[in-house]
């Protein structure tokens, strides 16, 4: 018969830099997979090498459950939206969305790329000037990525990178309340939760987001309806004027392909639409979210360059060689798969500092693992990517930034579970391409205008990020203190794409 997976570990769970070694030393000692007991409140089964993983992952979706232990806290956020939603319900939901995420509609994205890309870097010479040498990439990073996610999914133009907003900080501090309710065991318990100080704060931070979202999706939906009522069946406007259907339909953003799903619902269908409206928010906030993963991705990519100064020039000649005899310097969608080097060390660094840890999932029935085992139904089991990605057993000294590892020629042992920064099977991150092309961009341009060395921190003593980096697991990969980077200014500076911003 099926043996039990029943390693009984120590049930802590740092969520710091030595929480990480934890689990370094875990996965050198039982090389694949492990149980893991939580009190006597949960215990889960932990996975760690491409073998064991490659089951629970490609799982058939109509199997696999979101766990309420890791994603409900999530939920009084994000609601069923699809990060969160199970079965039929998030079937329906990921047929609705994936043509957002469609190469033709990628393809126009890669211009709100640069534009949020120049404000910032534009940001950073203003900065450098005033004197200020090293910056804290994180907050830098991520109001940019925030301001791109909500060009590209909401055509809304926030002005967050320069004007500060109650919502950017409210999305900062529900992922911080959140990491510190899984901390609190006694804290999992609703009607303990809210009745905290913390609860009080997540209820506030949850209305401002919730507040910003309605307000952004109420305004679309009033352009898409005064849009319907202009238009005629055949697509020409109601005052004479010829409607091009399709350069609007190859505009569509995210928000456009849910809301133009209601068009046209009738009064029978009100309760069903009232659900889809609240639908729409919780999947805004949702996309809200994703955008600090990106962002983290981004400052681990820069941060291992930074380290690298020989891969660093060897990016940036790749990109110089890309941009020769151009007007302006503008990454095209074309340019993206002209970049193998810097790719190549983008995948790295999402291998090295994985933006997110760890997934987690549960089956309505066993799942098979090698050597005879069973994962049980209703085991919650975590499927840790950092784990996977640090397994000496799978990479050759994994704790070293070596982006060779990504040349085609290294890759074709290897197995296509050994690197899943964005997860894998049916549910994967539906906007993995999305992220990795505005990586490209984002790295690229960065690269062309500036060089980049480990900083300091000022209110630290000057103590020097490489020396003091420390990893800090949240609901993103980040560091503690912050990462701080020396920007210098290429001279002559390639600038000419801050020009026409």
């Known amino acids: 018969s099926n043996s039990r997976l029943c390693n009984r570990l120590p049930s802590a769970m740092r969520d710091s830099e030595e929480g990480l070694l934890d689990v370094d030393r875990l996965v050198r000692t039982h090389g694949h997979s492990c149980s893991w007991f939580l009190g006597p409140f949960y215990h889960l089964v932990r996975v760690f090498h491409p073998d064991f993983t490659s089951p629970l992952l490609k799982a058939a979706a109509s199997i696999t459950v979101k766990d309420e232990l890791f994603y409900g806290f999530l939920r009084p956020w994000l609601g069923q939206s699809l990060l969160l939603s199970n079965g039929e319900e998030w079937s329906r939901r990921r047929r609705l969305l994936t043509p957002a995420f469609h190469f033709d509609v990628l393809k126009g994205y890669v211009a709100v790329f640069n534009n949020a890309t120049h404000t910032m870097h534009s940001k950073w010479i203003r900065l450098s000037s005033e004197g200020q040498r090293d910056l804290e990439m994180f907050q830098h990073v991520g109001l940019m990525t925030l301001d791109s996610l909500l060009r590209c999914a909401f055509s809304h133009s926030s002005d967050c990178q320069e004007t500060p907003h109650e919502f950017t900080t409210a999305i900062l501090e529900l992922g911080d309340l959140i990491m510190d309710r899984r901390r609190r065991i006694l804290h999992h318990w609703d009607w303990i939760y809210w009745r905290s100080d913390q609860g009080k704060r997540f209820r506030r931070a949850t209305e401002v987001v919730h507040s910003f979202t309605r307000r952004v999706v109420e305004h679309r939906r009033t352009l898409i309806r005064e849009q319907s009522h202009r238009e005629s069946p055949e697509g020409t406007a109601r005052d004479g004027t010829a409607g091009d259907t399709a350069q609007r339909q190859k505009r569509k953003d995210f928000i456009d392909i849910i809301l133009l799903a209601q068009v046209g619902q009738t009064d029978r269908q009100t309760d069903r639409q009232t659900d889809t409206h609240r639908e729409t928010h919780r999947q805004t906030d949702a996309n809200n979210v994703c955008h600090d993963t990106t962002a983290s991705a981004i400052c681990w990519t820069l941060f291992n360059l930074a380290g690298h100064a020989h891969y660093q020039d060897r990016c940036r000649d790749e990109v110089k060689e890309l941009m020769r005899d151009r007007a302006e310097q503008d990454i095209k969608w074309a340019d993206l798969s002209s ?135 949240q609901l993103v990969l980040r560091a503690e203190g912050g990462m701080w980077l020396r920007l210098e200014l290429l001279d002559p500076p390639c600038t000419d794409g801050l020009h026409a911003q």
């Open 339 to 473: 970049m193998p080097f810097t790719t190549m060390c983008i995948k790295e660094s999402l291998r090295l500092h994985s933006p997110v840890l760890a997934v987690t999932r549960q089956y309505t029935r066993d799942v098979d693992l090698p050597g005879n085992r069973t994962v049980p139904k209703d085991t919650i089991c975590l499927v840790s990517i950092y784990g996977t990605h640090h397994n000496p057993a799978v990479w050759s000294d994994p704790n070293e930034f070596n982006p060779l590892r990504f040349d085609p020629a290294n890759t074709r042992e290897r197995s296509s579970n050994a690197f899943i920064p964005f997860s894998s099977g049916p549910r994967n991150c539906i906007g993995q391409r999305f992220a990795m092309a505005e990586l490209q961009v984002v790295v690229a341009l960065t690269l062309l205008r500036f060089r980049l060395s480990l900083g300091s921190n000022p209110d630290t003593a000057g103590t020097s990020t490489g020396q003091g980096i420390r990893r800090l697991p």
